[in-house]
């Protein structure tokens, strides 16, 4: 199975920061990275996938990088709105693993 | 838009099954896409559970393969997670979502709000 490590597990931020969140793959993954953003009570929302494509309706502050077994996540402008817990997960093959979490607050 | 439902018991037994139906709006299931479970334990991160691909096609989280079974059913629109043999560390919030298949990169696009299950006598 691929494990995923996302570092760090939390992280003390402001708003306006520019924050990175790490996330590493026991083993490539190619470009099969997802991120999620979920905020307390909530389910999770699709962030970016396939490493640095944004869905519709993700502000443009949020970019993803990296391949193989290193990706980032960096928000450019911390909103107050962006303070939740980030998901990485690898789609590259079953079982589908999720990183531990980050916790920005 | 489509929209996912979660729906089941919110309190099962130890040793007895554990039966979630995801109700989907706003798509027909049998047009595409592949169909997930996910579960989220108590300050756990998230666990990815099964997903199936219309019509039969099932893949499973392999410390879950003996116990669990998703399906689904077209003429209702329905899909459903059956989990047998359930103990406490079954406890979490359960999560149905749309994922993307072939011709993405297999993201899981839209989410239930999700439920929670909790395993207790």
């Known amino acids: 199975d691929i494990q995923m490590t996302q570092s760090p597990s939390s992280l003390s931020a402001s708003v306006g920061d520019r924050v990175t969140i790490t996330c590493r793959a026991s083993e490539t993954v190619s470009v099969y990275l997802n991120w999620y953003q979920q905020k307390p009570g909530k389910a999770p929302r699709l962030l970016i996938y396939?490493?640095?494509r944004l869905p519709s309706g993700v502000p443009s502050r949020f970019s993803g990088s990296g391949s193989g077994t290193d990706f980032t996540l960096t928000i450019n402008g911390l909103q107050p709105e962006d303070f939740a817990t980030y998901h990485c997960q690898q789609t590259y093959r079953t079982p589908y693993s999720f990183g531990q979490g980050t916790k920005l607050e | 838009q489509v929209h996912l439902q979660e729906s089941g018991p919110g309190l099962v037994k130890p040793s007895e099954t554990l039966s979630l139906t995801c109700n989907v709006s706003?798509?027909?299931?049998?047009?595409?896409?592949?169909w997930v479970w996910i579960r989220q334990a108590p300050g756990r991160g998230l666990e990815w559970v099964a997903t199936i691909y219309p019509p039969h096609n099932t893949f499973y989280l392999p410390s879950l393969k003996r116990r669990a079974s998703i399906s689904l059913d077209t003429s209702q629109n329905q899909f459903f997670l059956r989990l047998t043999s359930v103990t406490a560390a079954d406890t979490a919030v359960y999560y149905c979502?749309?994922?993307?298949?072939?011709?993405?990169?297999?993201?899981?696009?839209?989410w239930g709000q999700g439920i929670q299950v909790t395993v207790s006598s």
């Open positions: 396939a490493v640095s």
């Open positions: 979502a749309r994922q993307a298949g072939s011709s993405g990169w297999y993201e899981l696009e839209s």
């Open positions: 706003n798509y027909s299931i049998r047009d595409g896409f592949y």
